[in-house]
């Protein structure tokens, strides 16, 4: 099946980095998309990983191990507009079709 | 210019009844997909159409159909409203299902069904 886990809350402070997690369980692996979400809005796209490793884009990285089946979002000098949820999508095989599942999202607040 | 368009934006309706929903993409992208985001706030995928064809039907209630009358179009109809229903519905579409293929979400449609 697929499980996807991810913390519900997380609270951090203007200015620092937090690191929000992501474990999953999949019969198949096809890659891993991080996306945001600001309340009331569409989710938009961040970060894809498909082979171990970090991938940087500005102030956002993204992390990935499939043997651990395992990825971070990284997020650097946190601005007050960064307030939102974070969604963990992984992309399974299956007979050729691969819809994304998504997790619950974790939910960051940036205090000042 | 809009990515990925739906109307309405906001729907309230009784129980019983019947409502669609419309979503159109100008990325000249090849799939597209309906995805439910309940109170919790997660999003489940229901449909997705790739070249008009009906390519992934998650376990959806046989009262939702879609249709898609050519690849820029993607519509859901509901029969039968019922209290579970209500939820955001968010159309989304992406250039190919595989690979890196980000997908564009469109506004969401906020379904109450009272």
């Known amino acids: 099946g697929q499980n996807i886990d991810q913390p519900t809350e997380m609270t951090a402070t203007e200015g620092a980095i937090v690191q929000i997690n992501c474990t999953y369980q999949t019969s198949g692996f096809n890659g891993l998309f991080w996306y945001q979400q600001h309340a009331g809005e569409a989710p938009t796209f961040l970060s894809y990983?498909?082979?171990?490793g970090l991938e940087e884009k500005g102030r956002f990285s993204s992390f990935l191990s499939r043997s651990k089946g395992y990825s971070y979002l990284l997020l650097k000098e946190l601005q007050m507009k960064d307030s939102a949820s974070y969604l963990c999508?992984?992309?399974?095989?299956?007979?050729?079709?691969?819809?994304?599942?998504f997790g619950k999202g974790t939910r960051l607040s940036v205090i000042a | 210019d809009t990515a990925v368009s739906q109307t309405p934006k906001y729907l309230v309706t009784q129980m019983g009844n019947d409502k669609s929903i419309k979503c159109e993409q100008n990325?000249?992208?090849?799939?597209m997909y309906w995805y439910k985001q309940d109170s919790k706030k997660f999003l489940k995928i229901m449909f997705s159409?790739?070249?008009?064809?009906?390519?992934i039907n998650e376990t959806v209630p046989n009262r939702f159909s879609p249709k898609s009358p050519d690849k820029a179009h993607l519509n859901l109809h509901i029969n039968s409203l019922e209290l579970g229903d209500s939820a955001v519905y968010f159309c989304?579409?992406?250039?190919?299902?595989?690979?890196?293929?980000?997908?564009?979400f469109g506004p969401g449609t906020r379904l109450t069904v009272l």
């Open positions: 990325l000249g992208h090849d799939t």
């Open positions: 159409y790739n070249n008009k064809e009906l390519i």
């Open positions: 999508a992984v992309r399974f095989r299956n007979s050729g079709n691969t819809p994304l599942v």
């Open positions: 990983n498909v082979l171990d």
């Open positions: 989304a579409s992406s250039q190919k299902i595989a690979g890196a293929s980000e997908q564009f």
